[in-house]
């Protein structure tokens, strides 16, 4: 295995991660680390609590840390900083002491206020910045006072990216999320509870009429909640963010100020754009997430389908959440089934086949053996024994095998090119030799779990309800078990993971659940971070689709039959045909949509049946619908080429004007994405992003009824074009993560 770390995983161990909120903006802290010579990245992220006032730091295992740490406050930060950075604490004994002595005058308000309006140095202590200077002027900053050596700090280039980058970091809070905190900030005192307790207790009102949020009385456990309820409404002082609160049994509802909320969210959704309903919530976590897994020289069909796209939505939906991410593609590249396919090919193969199409070659040599094998038993024993000279190194044996993986893998970056999906890392069983599954045996027998059984050596899980585990054979040979075995301890030896995702059809149920309790049995500490995403299976009419047997479909030719429809449709338009820049293109594109959508619509643990017929279908809610729906909202803006809304424009747009009901639907939707996205960070379940974007389309396209932008005054032909940008925003943003491409015209 090569000792080269993944980009990703180089990446995330040298950034240190920083997150703060409102009401603890770590000017001096970011400020440090930029005038620190160090060369590793910042990553600033909102903390869950904006109420908090401590800022944190993660430093990850890696180039600033032997181990994961974790530093909280602002002093212990900063001083970490100012180690990294070294000029800013230096050497002399004597400057140390003037530093330490500011330091210590920054608890006292009053004293540090008379000294820095005394000093009329440029900086604190010596000629350079020191903690001293970051610390003094963040201390301004904080408490809303300025003097004339603060200001003159302002002009510092590092300062001010520092403030820069706090600043643009808290725009991406969503605006609902600051209501929520000014609710709790007053909840905090009439409860007497803490902010988690209260934040976790908000449930959606049953309706409008009863408010836009609710807080369960009885989860706080504060007293008798009908009691509490009216406390609440007796005591709770209405302002620019709440404008009523009423008590409903044991719920007290609250009502917001809508036109603020609403008209913040259309302007933050333009301005953060692709980043709109992205957090931080997973910031300075490393997650792996292991997907597709294809076995090697076996052609890509529609059974793969379904690991492949969940997988990579998996891999979309931690990186909006804020994790650091490793996707791995865990190839099947070792076993019996090459020695069979290997023998297969000394009796079936053809070069000038396997030069024309490998992959497809291939696979039918795979199933011819597969035939012949039926009729002569001893074919399984030749493909055992090439398997043997295989895991014996035999240098004739690895070099068919090298030749048809690095086929495969060229074969399969085609279709994943075409997906558009792609992987930080191709793996294998392949990469875990007899000498590391020697040690598992071994580490398995110190632990007193390996028995041998009838020529096999099992591990007993019966008491825990998960059968018997056999690991491999009394003759050396391994089984895929020990090696999934052996994969996951090096995963968390290297990666240091926070979770392990495995995206593995739900037949493997039973694997997973001996897996992760002989891992618990082993002694690993880490088996809770380990996770199986399990989902239904893909059939055909006639039964679930066998490589084996040949009976499957090609994905390439699914991919092939749904462009050539998608095609054909948009060539009816002649018109809008003309001007799409790429027919072919946009025509695929739509075709994975239609296959894409289909497959995420219903939650992932349905099986379904495979048909053609209702993948191409272009009625109902299906991929090209969404797709349209993208691409009509795109066309607006054309239409009305003489006005655009710009960020530069955007604060003087009058979004007053948009008091219709349709209008007031879509800002609430684009509104509800940001907390889709959080709760998908914890569900992950694509199918409620489809059910989202749905909602959205249909509204917009309601909305296209009543609010025209073609032949309107100006003020509100604006008003309207930031409407339709910000619902363009959300949805482009929710294809994306769907793995889709929006498209602008079709």
């Known amino acids: 295995m090569s000792k080269q770390l993944p980009l990703p995983v180089q990446q995330h161990r040298n950034t240190l991660f920083l997150s703060f909120s409102p009401k603890c903006i770590p000017y001096a802290e970011i400020a440090a680390f930029h005038l620190s010579k160090t060369q590793a990245n910042l990553k600033l992220g909102i903390q869950s609590n904006l109420l908090s006032t401590q800022p944190q730091l993660i430093i990850p295992k890696g180039k600033f840390s032997n181990q994961k740490i974790t530093l909280t406050g602002k002093s212990s930060i900063l001083r970490y900083f100012a180690r990294l950075g070294g000029d800013l604490y230096p050497s002399s004994t004597k400057e140390r002491l003037a530093i330490d002595d500011w330091l210590d005058s920054a608890r006292n308000h009053d004293k540090v206020l008379q000294k820095l309006s005394k000093n009329s140095s440029k900086y604190l202590v010596g000629p350079k910045l020191s903690i001293a200077d970051l610390v003094c002027w963040d201390f301004t900053l904080q408490s809303n006072v300025t003097t004339e050596w603060s200001n003159e700090k302002s002009t510092i280039p590092e300062l001010k990216k520092a403030q820069e980058l706090a600043a643009t970091t808290l725009e991406s809070i969503p605006v609902v999320e600051t209501y929520k905190f000014k609710l709790i900030e007053q909840l905090i005192t009439i409860t007497g509870c803490d902010v988690d307790t209260l934040y976790g207790s908000f449930i959606k009102t049953k309706a409008k009429t009863h408010g836009d949020i609710a807080i369960s009385l009885y989860q706080l456990k504060a007293g008798n909640p009908a009691e509490l309820a009216k406390k609440i409404v007796d005591q709770f002082k209405l302002n620019e963010y709440v404008t009523k609160v009423t008590a409903a049994g044991a719920f007290a509802n609250f009502t917001f100020n809508h036109l603020p909320l609403y ?49 990579s939505f998996l891999h979309k939906i931690l990186d909006a959440n804020g994790w650091s991410t490793l996707s791995i593609n865990y190839l099947g590249d070792w076993g019996k089934q090459f020695g069979i396919l290997a023998i297969g090919f000394q009796k079936h193969g053809s070069e000038e086949l396997l030069k024309k199409d490998a992959i497809k070659h291939l696979f039918d040599v795979y199933v011819k053996i597969n035939q012949d094998m039926d009729e002569d038993p001893t074919i399984d024993d030749q493909a055992k024994a090439y398997f043997k000279r295989m895991e014996n190194g035999d240098k004739d044996a690895l070099v068919l095998w090298q030749r048809f993986r690095d086929l495969s893998i060229a074969g399969y970056e085609k279709t994943y090119n075409r997906l558009n999906i792609k992987f930080d890392l191709y793996s294998g069983e392949s990469q875990y030799s007899l000498s590391q599954m020697r040690v598992v045996l071994d580490e398995l027998n110190s632990k007193g779990l390996l028995k041998p059984d009838n020529g096999a050596l099992v591990i007993d899980l019966k008491e825990h309800g998960h059968g018997t585990a056999v690991i491999g054979k009394t003759d050396g040979s391994m089984l895929y ?87 054909n449709v948009m060539k009816k338009n002649e018109a809008k045909y003309a001007q799409i820049e790429d027919p072919e293109r946009v025509s695929d594109i739509i075709g994975m949509s239609a296959v894409k959508i289909q497959d995420m619509a219903a939650r992932r643990i349905k099986d379904y049946d495979f048909d053609i017929d209702r993948m191409t279908s272009f009625e109902g809610d299906t991929g090209p619908y969404l797709q349209y729906a993208h691409a009509r909202l795109s066309s607006i803006q054309r239409k009305r080429d003489d006005i655009s809304v710009t960020l530069e424009n955007l604060d003087d747009i009058k979004l007053d004007l948009l008091t219709e009901p349709s209008a007031l639907a879509v800002i609430e939707l684009v509104q509800e994405y940001p907390n889709v996205i959080r709760e998908l960070g914890q569900t992950y379940e694509p199918c409620n992003l489809v059910t989202y974007a749905l909602r959205l389309s249909h509204a917009v396209s309601s909305a296209y009824n009543d609010l025209w932008v073609v032949g309107q005054p100006e003020d509100l032909a604006y008003a309207r074009l930031a409407l339709y940008g910000a619902a363009r925003t959300a949805l482009g943003n929710a294809l994306t993560l769907l793995g889709l491409e929006p498209l602008e015209r079709m």
């Open 263 to 311: 008209y913040g969210t259309i302007k933050q959704a333009i301005r953060l754009g692709k980043k709109y309903g992205t957090n931080t919530l997973g910031l300075g976590k490393f997650g792996i997430v292991e997907y597709s897994s294809p076995n090697i020289a076996k052609v890509f069909h529609v059974g793969h389908l379904r690991s492949t796209i969940i997988g």
């Open 481 to 567: 078990l020990s090696r999934d075995i052996a994969a996951a301890d090096y995963r968390h030896k290297t990666y240091d993971f926070e979770k392990l995702f495995y995206v593995v059809a739900s037949q493997q149920d039973h694997h997973f659940k001996q897996l992760f309790k002989i891992l618990e049995l082993m002694g690993k500490t880490w088996t809770d971070k380990c996770t199986h995403i399990s989902f239904g299976m893909i059939k055909s009419k006639n039964g679930t689709l066998s490589t084996r047997k040949g009976n499957v479909v090609f994905l390439a030719d699914i991919l092939d039959q749904v462009q050539e429809e998608m095609h």
